[in-house]
């Protein structure tokens, strides 16, 4: 039995109307049920608290519920108190005129939230077994640990911990991310640049809100993420797609126009192709985005996990021209509902970027800022990255080789070694929507990599994670997929 009896119901009363209080509270009451906002079997305040709360007289409150008892809407159960009548009389119910939600979605939406509503909704979001991608091993997640630390913050909060705070974030969190990305991706950046975001996709978000105003244009990479394809049709941009090959986005395909604002690119891991973007095309996007006056906004998602070679460092920190945004998230080497990211911006975009999140949600939450400060200075993060890389790497290759052994003239693997997910194409002329649908029907989560192009390609395939799910999973989920292929 739910109960309202730890806090109090809003009930204004008005001492000057000629309405008697009784029939105030009587009404508010009886109107809360009918409208739902009291639901059948919740529990309401004691007669004894309401008279405390509304500062009435003990009569006023009972002759309330003395008469909504007497008319069906409450019933008093001994030991319990006094509750909302779990079976309403259909005649009380009639009246309600409950608002039917119209048949063609919602009215009055702008284009910039249509823009965002047609997008196509990532299948499987709700699986945890083969293949969802975008999961980390969930279960090896060093969980104590982690408790540990977030409950020795949530313990010892002091009252500056407990109020409101910069909108860049928590000035000891930005440095252990500063020092992190120096060493690890080879960023040059320090504190003072670094903006804590709930995830990417906040960091995308702000990019766009900051960056474009409505109706300029953006190249984003085709294929390519639809988060931040997303992100930016929610912000009213126009995206123009630049084809990815070989070697990553093609910079000699960009337009030649001074109105576009901006270039997000995934230049270490592709998303979702895998492909590395090489040394020239980095220096040839770096040449455009300066002379076109353009912002380029570097999305380094997964880049801790690589398996074939070293680490490619990151495109931000060859940029001696500071036209480089660079994104990153906590989601892969954490977990996802951490939402934790991060943004290293060009030293003269701080403030406005400052001022947006602010405009915003003000600040990000300190907490988890605090334990992961904590997380990282004591070593565990490294740790667990490293530990991490060595089960991805395995899972990656059983994938793989399972896939060449079992599906040849079915799936062909593609890109680096390297994240959470690979691609298979598809043989030319199969359609992946189709494949994705059917081996929904087999239980398994596939992505199909048309969903990530603007404009359908001449071939097909699956996106297909390894991250989230075991050797087993990986075993059985090949074996649902040879008989959807079939
Ligand atoms: C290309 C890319 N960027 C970013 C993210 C992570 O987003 P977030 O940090 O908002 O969880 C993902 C997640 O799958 C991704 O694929």
Known sequence: MTTTDNFLLPIALDDRSPVPIYRQ???????????????????????????????????????????????GYLETFSGIGTCVARQLPDDVLEPIQRVAPSVDGPRSLSRRAEAIRQAPVESGLASFGAFRVSLPALDQFPADIWGKLVARHARSQSRAAMAYGDPLGLPAFREAVADYLGASRAVRCDASQIL?????????????????????????????????????????????????????????????????????????????????????????????????????????????????????????????????IYVGTFSKVMFPALRLGYMVLPRDLV???????????????????????????????????????????????????LIRSRLPGHLEVIGSEAGLHLVAMLPEGVD??????????????????????????????????????????????????????A
């Open 196 to 324: 804590v975001t709930t995830g990417s996709q906040q960091a995308l978000q702000l990019c766009a809100f900051v960056l474009l105003d409505p109706g300029q244009r953006v190249c984003i990479e085709e294929p390519g993420y639809p988060g931040a394809r997303n992100a930016f049709a929610a912000a009213g941009a126009e995206l123009l797609p630049v084809p990815v090959d070989a070697d990553g986005l093609d910079p000699a395909a960009l337009p030649d126009d001074p109105g576009v604002r901006a270039v997000y690119v995934t230049p270490s891991h592709q998303y979702p192709l895998g492909i590395t973007m090489s040394a020239a095309r980095r220096l040839a996007l770096l040449n455009w985005a300066e002379s076109h006056g353009a912002w380029i906004v570097e999305d380094d998602y997964d880049s801790e996990y690589r398996y074939g070679n070293r680490p490619i460092a990151s495109l931000q920190g060859i940029d001696t021209r500071e036209r480089v």
């Open 351 to 401: 403030p406005a970027f400052a001022a947006a999140r602010d405009a915003a949600d003000i600040f990000p939450a300190t907490l988890y800022q605090r334990a992961m400060t904590d997380f990282i200075r004591e070593g565990h993060f490294g740790r667990h990255i490293r530990r991490m890389r060595l089960h991805y790497m395995e899972r990656r290759r059983l994938l793989a080789e």
């Open 25 to 71: 509270i009587y009404g508010w009451i009886r109107d809360a049920i009918l409208a739902g906002t009291l639901r059948p079997g919740q529990r309401v305040p004691s007669t004894r608290s309401m008279v405390g709360h509304l500062k009435v007289s003990r009569i006023s409150v009972l002759g309330a519920y003395e008469q909504l008892i007497a008319e």
């Open 432 to 485: 992946d929507s189709a494949v994705a649908k059917a081996a929904a029907a087999a239980g398994l989560s596939v992505i199909p990599l048309s969903s990530c192009h603007a404009v359908r390609p001449s071939r097909g395939g699956l996106i297909l994670g390894y991250g989230g799910i075991n050797d087993a999973q990986i075993r059985e989920g090949i074996d649902r997929l040879a008989a959807v292929l």
